[in-house]
């Protein structure tokens, strides 16, 4: 499985942005895909999450209500969607695949900067 995000950038507090995760290979209902973020000097942490087949999702509190996860299965692309972005969001982004059987996430995208300027 292979990973690409785009979509990162710089936006001014309060903007609205969407980051794209193109996967290829073995995908489907065999994986549930995600979202991880990794500030400067902090652990990466968990962000999102979607089930393939069944589009279930699943949130952090720190983004709960501002962050919007879907997928495109045709595509075979998964978005995440900012709204009401803050400072403190500034991260690299990576999008993940979590195996169902292990859920281990196992593939991971080289990450897309997104910048948020007060």
């Known amino acids: 499985v292979q990973l690409a995000e785009s979509g990162g950038g710089l936006v001014q507090a309060g903007g609205s942005l969407r980051l794209s995760c193109a996967a290829s290979?073995?995908?489907?209902?065999?994986?549930?895909m995600g979202w991880f973020r990794q500030a400067p000097g902090k652990e990466r942490e968990f962000v999102a999450r979607?089930?393939?087949?069944?589009?279930?999702?699943y949130y952090a509190n720190s983004v709960k209500g501002r962050f919007t996860i879907s997928r495109d299965s045709a595509k075979n692309t998964v978005y995440l969607q900012f709204y009401s972005l803050k400072p403190e969001d500034t991260a690299v982004y990576y999008c993940?695949?979590?195996?169902?059987?292990?859920?281990?996430?196992?593939?991971w995208g080289q990450g897309t900067q997104v910048t948020v300027s007060s």
């Open positions: 979607i089930a393939w087949n069944s589009g279930i999702t």
């Open positions: 290979g073995r995908t489907g209902s065999s994986y549930a």
């Open positions: 993940a695949a979590q195996s169902v059987a292990s859920g281990t996430w196992d593939y």
